[in-house]
Nanobody, 120 residues
Framework: QVQLVESGGGLVQPGGSLRLSCAAS???????MSWHRQAPGRQRELIAS???????NYQDSVKGRFTISRDNAKNTMYLQMSGLKPEDTAVYYC???????????????WGQGTLVTVSS
C-alpha cells in the first residue's frame, strides 16, 4: 500500500509563509488527495483537496491564503500557506481517500502529520 510522509512544518511568525509537502511512496497519478489539520483540543478538519484533474476546493478559513497543488512526476502534493495566523497552528496531515483504481479498491491512507506553529 502507498505510504504518505508530510514535511515542511515548523515555527513561523504571524503573516509569514510556509510550504508543506506530502511525498507518496508510489505513483499518485489518477487519485484525489487532500490536506487536513487538527489544532489542540479541536476536531480534525478538511482544509483543501485536489482532484486527479487538478480541480481544487478550499475551506473558507483558508481561501485566498492557501494553495494546494500536485506534481505527479514527483509523487508529491503541496500546500503553500501565506498570511499565516495563530489560529492556523495545528498538525497538518495529507490523505488519499478510499478509491477505486488499478487492481480494485484501495484503502484510505494518512500521513503521520507535520506540526505548524504560528507564533511570535
Amino acid at each position: 500500500q502507498v505510504q504518505l510522509v508530510e514535511s515542511g512544518g515548523g515555527l513561523v511568525q504571524p503573516g509569514g509563509s510556509l510550504r508543506l509537502s506530502c511525498a507518496a511512496s508510489r505513483s499518485i497519478f489518477g487519485v484525489t488527495m487532500s490536506w487536513h489539520r487538527q489544532a489542540p483540543g479541536r476536531q480534525r478538519e478538511l482544509i483543501a483537496s485536489i482532484g486527479s484533474d487538478g480541480r481544487t476546493n478550499y475551506q473558507d478559513s483558508v481561501k485566498g491564503r492557501f494553495t494546494i497543488s500536485r506534481d505527479n512526476a514527483k509523487n508529491t502534493m503541496y500546500l503553500q500557506m501565506s498570511g499565516l495566523k495563530p489560529e492556523d497552528t495545528a498538525v497538518y496531515y495529507c490523505k488519499i481517500p478510499r478509491q477505486y483504481g488499478a487492481g480494485g479498491w484501495h484503502p484510505e491512507v494518512w500521513g503521520q502529520g507535520t506540526l505548524v506553529t504560528v507564533s511570535s
